[in-house]
């Protein structure tokens, strides 16, 4: 019997990492963060001191790390066997992220990494290109946006509530950065598949999204 897939793509910010935590959860599916491949990628890159402009070395880094996820109630990773949980939501690791994820020849080393973690009963995949390239065949495809200001507010009251000092202005235009990467890159770029879903979570609460989207799988 084949494994059932719902991948949720879009930019940062726009609230995949909770909605697909939580639907994972409801559903009692796995739950792949692909972001959080290409952040350990970037550690790792940090770690061994590689040249950023070196793409044929980053790859055989991306081939040869050993990766382990505990998706209990915090997500924990394991780099080589050290943990790196505390480096993944880092804003410098997401920016180097988002450089390593431009290059063709990383994103192909990472592919069955990332198709490694369809297993039964379900997996809820979370990325850029999990719906257009990862898992092309996926059952349910949605696509989850919110406009960049929405976006950048969002992370700005997360920094605050942190006690993490954060300038809105800043973080707009590291979002709107980030989104050009990510969409403008040759590889795999941030896209929407044909068969997508669309939806805009600017006005929506958390709670609605998840329900909308757990009424495309029932
Ligand atoms: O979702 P995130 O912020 O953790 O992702 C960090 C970076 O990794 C993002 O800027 C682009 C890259 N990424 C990607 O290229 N493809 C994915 N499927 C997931 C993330």
Redesign the pocket.
Same mark, same amino acid.
């Not at 990325?127 to 999990?130: A, E, F, N, Q, S």
């Given at each position: 019997m084949s494994v059932p897939v719902l991948t949720i793509d879009g930019p &940062?910010g726009a609230g995949?990492g909770t909605v697909s935590r939580r639907v994972a959860k409801q559903l009692g599916w796995h739950y792949l963060d &692909?972001? &959080?491949i290409?952040?350990s990628l970037a550690v790792a890159v940090q770690k061994q001191a590689i040249d950023m402009n070196d793409a044929a070395a980053i790859a055989r880094v991306a081939e040869s790390m050993v990766l382990e996820f505990d998706c209990g109630a915090e997500l924990v990773v394991r780099l080589n066997g050290v943990d790196i949980t505390a480096e993944i939501p880092l804003e410098s690791t997401?920016k180097i +992220? &988002?450089i390593v +994820?431009s290059m063709p020849e990383v994103r192909s080393r990472l592919l069955q990494k990332q198709r490694d973690f369809k297993k039964s009963p379900g997996l809820v995949a979370d990325? #850029?290109?999990?719906g257009t390239v990862?898992f092309p065949d996926a059952e349910t495809k949605v696509y989850l946006t919110a406009s960049a200001r929405e976006r950048a507010s969002r992370r700005y009251k997360q920094l605050i509530e942190k006690g993490i000092d954060a300038n809105l202005s800043q973080i707009t235009l590291e979002i709107e950065e #980030?989104d050009r990467?990510?969409m403008e890159r040759e590889s +795999?770029p941030l896209a929407m598949a044909s068969d997508a879903v669309y939806i805009d979570s600017s006005a929506m609460t958390i709670e609605s999204v998840i329900e909308e989207i757990l009424n495309l799988i029932r």
């Open positions: &940062s995949k &692909s972001g &959080s290409y952040r997401g +992220a &988002s +994820a990325g #850029r290109d999990m990862v #980030r990467r990510d +795999a």
